[in-house]
């Protein structure tokens, strides 16, 4: 094996993205025919996506020892939820019947619950997914994937099964 299943995973996020890019490249003179209603379904799977991967970048940076590496993973971190802010404010005015484009958008994440005194603690991963998660989300393929602490009794990917 050429390292950790984990590795594999991001290449292939890392794929998944760049063909992405290209079917929604504006500047491509067929973006291979995707209709408004196909890029309003999009921007709810990229928010989840993008959140998720927020999360998978926290667990990086807590188990990273160089300090200035984690601070620099923790504002990318920043960066990737203020992304996602933006990406559900807009798929919400998107979808909004008779939206005003120049209406103010509409914030539907809600922010961890801090307190000043856990400033400057590091933000662990289940303070991101509060964070990043709306309150309902809507079905679809996300949706019917279970949470990562249901598969606890199962074999882990990558791993020889038991016997």
């Known amino acids: 094996m050429a390292g950790h299943p984990a590795r594999?995973?991001?290449r292939m996020t890392a794929?998944?993205?760049g063909e992405l890019r290209g079917y929604t490249d504006p500047a491509?003179?067929?973006?291979w025919e995707l209709t408004e209603d196909d890029h309003?379904?999009?921007?709810?799977?990229?928010?989840?996506a993008i959140a998720d991967l927020a999360v998978c970048i926290d667990g990086i940076a807590q188990a990273t020892a160089a300090e200035h590496a984690r601070q620099q993973l923790t504002e990318g971190i920043g960066?990737?939820?203020?992304?996602?802010?933006?990406?559900?404010?807009?798929?919400?005015?998107?979808?909004?019947?008779?939206?005003e484009p120049d209406a103010e958008p509409v914030i539907t994440t809600q922010p961890a619950h801090l307190s000043a005194?856990?400033?400057?603690?590091?933000m662990t991963?289940?303070?991101?997914?509060?964070?990043?998660?709306?309150?309902?989300?809507t079905p679809g393929p996300a949706a019917?994937?279970?949470?990562a602490h249901a598969h606890a009794g199962r074999p882990r990917p990558g791993s020889s099964p038991p016997g």
């Open 8 to 10: 594999q995973l991001a």
């Open 15 to 17: 794929d998944a993205a």
């Open 28 to 31: 491509d003179p067929i973006p």
């Open 40 to 48: 309003r379904a999009i921007l709810p799977l990229l928010h989840h």
């Open 79 to 99: 960066r990737l939820l203020s992304g996602c802010t933006h990406l559900s404010a807009a798929s919400t005015a998107l979808s909004a019947p008779g939206a």
């Open 117 to 122: 005194a856990d400033f400057p603690a590091a």
């Open 125 to 137: 991963a289940g303070m991101l997914q509060a964070a990043t998660r709306p309150a309902a989300r």
């Open 144 to 147: 019917a994937i279970p949470p």
